[in-house]
């Protein structure tokens, strides 16, 4: 039995409890990102992201095409994106505005410049990358940039995880969003964040614009980048499937039977891609194909596929038994 002395008072035990709960309530640091930013020679600028916090989308990668692209991390403060890119369209160099936004900062939600980790790229391929002193302090942290590219992370597993970006995104061909996707998978594959992984992003903003650009986000995920891949490659299935409808309207068939192939093999059951591939190859006198096409739709959304069967322009599959037994 214990002693008055060490008997702890209603008080004592309130006060260790209140104290307990105040050291929750304080902000952690998120301490483990790790990024890809870059500038193609067309003027490309684009960024790829994750972290072990929520929505990285949404206020740590900033992009413009022919200006360049930027990440704050670590400690973001969200204002860096748009001073930045302004920075850039005025003539600033990736060192002088990271310099001008370090001396501007503004202890943003309480944090300082020793919190931050920035990095630029310039659409000409300057880049400039900075580590503050807390950030450099956490797990793991680094930059490394050169030219067109900068890669950086905190709360890493080591510096094998750069070291992996850097050669997957200088060793990949393709389109600069591809090189940035692969670039995050082997920093992920290397190790990534020491303290898990939550959300990611990848964004681009093309010299085209419009549906060109893309901006991809996985919020909140047990397993992050595989799932900004899987919405990656729809967003290729998209463009192939329009890219046949365009070839097929042109006259050229086999172009455009390969672009579907291609939809079709980058869609992850994306049923709205399957329908227009069935449409496309009804289109094309395809009757065989659009008959494949249509049971894998159905299989995906069979009430969508059943009201889609219904359409006049699968009139000459009436008559067949798997479309009727479909249709039933």
Known sequence: MQSPAHRSSPIARWLRLTASLSLLLVPSLAAATF???AC?????CG?????NNLAVGASVPYAQA?????VSQ???NPNYGPKGLALLSAGKSPEAAIKALLDGDGHFDGTGIEERQVAIVDAKGHSFAYTGTDALASAWAGAHHDEGYSVQGNGLAGEAVLAAMRRAYQSTSGSLAE???????AGQDAGGQSSGKRSAALLVRTVDGGWQDIDLRIDAAAEPIPDLRRLLDQHYAHQAIIRAERQAGKGNRDEARLSIAEALRRSHGWDRIWRRAARLAMSMDDSGRALDYLGVFLSLNPAWARREMQDEIYA????????KAWSN
């Not at 193609?40 to 490309?44: E, F, H, I, P």
């Not at 000459?316 to 479309?323: E, G, I, K």
């Open 35 to 37: 990024s890809i930013v």
């Open 40 to 44: 193609d020679k067309a003027g490309n």
């Open 47 to 51: 960024v790829a992201v994750a972290t």
């Open 66 to 70: 022919r200006v360049g692209a930027l």
């Open 74 to 76: 670590f400690e973001t």
């Open 179 to 185: 090189r940035l996707m692969a670039g995050l998978e």
């Open 316 to 323: 000459p599959l009436r008559s067949n038994a798997q479309f």
